[in-house]
């Protein structure tokens, strides 16, 4: 487990700036090990003598021991943990200099952050609210001390093997009371943008408790949807009466806002009582998981295993508005199939369409592609049923055929998005194009493109539905910056790569619709 520090200080630190080897003891306490290194300080685990259990070192990179404005700012961090005492924060051992500078003594927390928790764990909702009620708890034992903590985000809530809370990070809190002096200074903004007031935003001098409150209220909706928001909201998938919870500690102007956290905790308590008296509720909560269930049965969050290809995926996490399908097929004689799909549906009852074309692709791909066909006559087959079948639903929907017997693939996209192929040994992309409609929208031919497939020649698909609706010029400008993602981050391991192409989508994009990054490497 790692105190996950992110850079929200304008000094960063490099590699090179810890010191090398570690250092045997600072103060009084035995240095095991290089813990991790954040914005301005570097991390070790270590041992005090006087104590039967592990602790975190926290010191100021050595070349910033010297700026009297972070130095101010670490011994703030330790005088504020200092002051609270409290089961869901983290706890302060002791503080002082060593030869190279200060350090405070802290808890070391065995466990995961709540990030990690949110990419890697469905949650009910109610295991969601009781972990937001501990957060809340927190916050209103640092604001009772006139903490404003600035930098709430699940980078900085850690979850215990045993299911608790801890709130960390204190670097950029302040009390309030000493917010006037920073009035008084240049106008700047700290903090992480994706969970900052909008007040915040503004100024950083000019938070208030229920700047917390509105960072919180971002956390919950993302435990409660089961993925990173990336600052698109969408109320709607909750159910209402927490959905008006929600929105009212998100207001945009801070008088309107949820002003204590004892309301806000006092409104998820009464709801979480309803909970357990009101079936309806309950049988949402079932609704939801079953909901979980299909999006990872729609989309494996794990490529096949296959030896002539190497391939890596990112999605995004947790519920979205809309539901994407991905599926993998090994054909007979060293072909392979990938199927990409979506429902024009914009809402949760898009899982529905959604698992019905999985279905049809299913019961159609073995026994066409078993006769040597190609793509275009699956796409025209499916075509074809959709125009007929009563459900009126359409599709936007892509396939890809790689036949490594014949060094030759075979693409046919609706709606979903060009293919983009990098031969090996050079640089450059090539748009893999075919001007087909949505399936099930006309009766026009569906045609495919072909390439060369050859041994470590690269593919890339990615989420490209926002840039279809775009001008030319705008959808162009947005297609080079993704494509600079990618070669910038052609360094990385495939896994790596596709999901910082995903971060850079994500980025973007201005809706809160399901994404993917997709690469395809031939190997032999």
């Known amino acids: 487990m790692a105190f996950n520090k992110q850079n929200t200080q304008p000094d960063l630190i490099s590699e090179k700036d810890i010191p090398s080897p570690c250092p045997a003891h600072i103060g009084p306490y035995k240095i095991e090990s290089?813990?991790?290194?954040?914005?301005?300080?570097?991390?070790?685990?270590?041992?005090?003598?006087?104590?039967?259990?592990?602790?975190?070192?926290?010191?100021?990179?050595?070349?910033?021991?010297?700026?009297?404005?972070?130095?101010?700012?670490?011994?703030?961090?330790?005088?504020?943990?200092?002051?609270?005492?409290?089961?869901?924060?983290?706890?302060?051992?002791?503080?002082?200099?060593?030869?190279?500078?200060?350090?405070?003594?802290?808890?070391?927390?065995?466990?995961?952050?709540?990030?990690?928790?949110?990419?890697?764990?469905?949650?009910?909702?109610?295991?969601?609210?009781?972990?937001?009620?501990?957060?809340?708890?927190?916050?209103?034992?640092?604001?009772?001390?006139?903490?404003?903590?600035?930098?709430?985000?699940?980078?900085?809530?850690?979850?215990?093997?045993?299911?608790?809370?801890?709130?960390?990070d204190f670097g950029i809190a302040q009390l309030q009371d000493q917010l006037s002096l920073e009035k008084k200074a240049p106008k700047r903004t700290i903090g992480t943008p994706a969970y900052m007031s909008p007040e915040q935003k503004e100024d950083s001098s000019l938070v208030t408790f229920s700047s917390d409150i509105y960072s919180l209220g971002i956390i919950a909706y993302e435990l409660l949807i089961g993925r990173l928001s990336h600052g698109v909201i969408h109320l709607s998938l909750l159910p209402k009466k927490l959905a008006d919870i929600l929105d009212k500690a998100l207001k945009t102007d801070p008088k309107e806002r949820t002003q204590d956290i004892v309301d806000l905790i006092t409104d998820i308590s009464q709801y979480l009582k309803d909970f357990r008296e009101n079936k309806n509720e309950e049988r949402f909560d079932r609704i939801y998981d079953s909901l979980q269930k299909n999006f990872q049965l729609l989309l494996p969050k794990s490529p096949p295993d296959w030896p002539e290809a190497e391939i890596a995926i990112a999605l995004s996490e947790g519920l979205s508005m809309t539901a994407l399908y991905l599926d993998f097929f090994h054909l007979s004689e060293n072909r392979f199939l990938i199927a990409l799909g979506k429902s024009k549906t914009e809402n949760i009852g898009s899982y529905i369409p959604t698992s019905v074309l999985r279905g049809m692709v299913r019961m159609s791909c073995e026994e066409f592609f078993r006769r040597k066909e190609h793509p275009s006559a699956l796409m025209n087959f499916l075509n074809d049923a959709l125009l007929k079948d009563p459900m009126q639903e359409s599709f936007s929907i892509a396939l890809l055929l790689l036949d490594h017997r014949e060094n030759q693939l075979f693409f046919s996209s609706c709606g979903m998005g060009d293919l983009f192929y990098q031969p090996e040994g050079t640089e450059k992309f090539f748009a893999l194009s075919t001007p087909n409609n949505q399936l099930g929208t006309s009766n026009k031919l569906i045609v495919e493109t072909s390439s060369n497939w050859n041994v470590r020649d690269l593919l890339f698909f990615y989420s490209q539905e926002e840039m279809l609706a775009l001008a030319p010029q705008e959808k162009e400008k947005k297609q080079q910056e993704v494509n600079k993602s990618i070669l910038t981050n052609l360094i990385f391991p495939p896994k790596r790569q596709m999901q910082k192409l995903l971060q850079k989508i994500e980025e973007l994009s201005s809706s809160q619709k399901a994404t993917f990054a997709l690469s395809i490497q031939r190997m032999q």
């Not at 602790?55 to 009297?68: A, G, T």
């Not at 005492?85 to 466990?111: C, D, R, S, T």
């Open 34 to 168: 290089l813990f991790n290194h954040g914005g301005m300080s570097i991390l070790y685990l270590a041992t005090d003598p006087t104590l039967p259990r592990p602790i975190i070192i926290k010191v100021l990179s050595p070349r910033l021991s010297k700026n009297k404005e972070v130095t101010a700012r670490f011994l703030k961090e330790a005088k504020i943990i200092a002051m609270t005492n409290h089961p869901n924060i983290v706890k302060l051992y002791g503080q002082g200099e060593w030869e190279k500078g200060l350090y405070i003594a802290m808890e070391f927390i065995q466990g995961i952050s709540l990030r990690q928790f949110i990419q890697n764990h469905s949650l009910s909702q109610k295991r969601a609210l009781e972990i937001i009620l501990q957060v809340a708890y927190a916050l209103c034992h640092l604001h009772a001390h006139g903490v404003i903590h600035r930098d709430l985000k699940p980078e900085n809530i850690l979850i215990t093997e045993n299911g608790d809370v801890k709130v960390i």
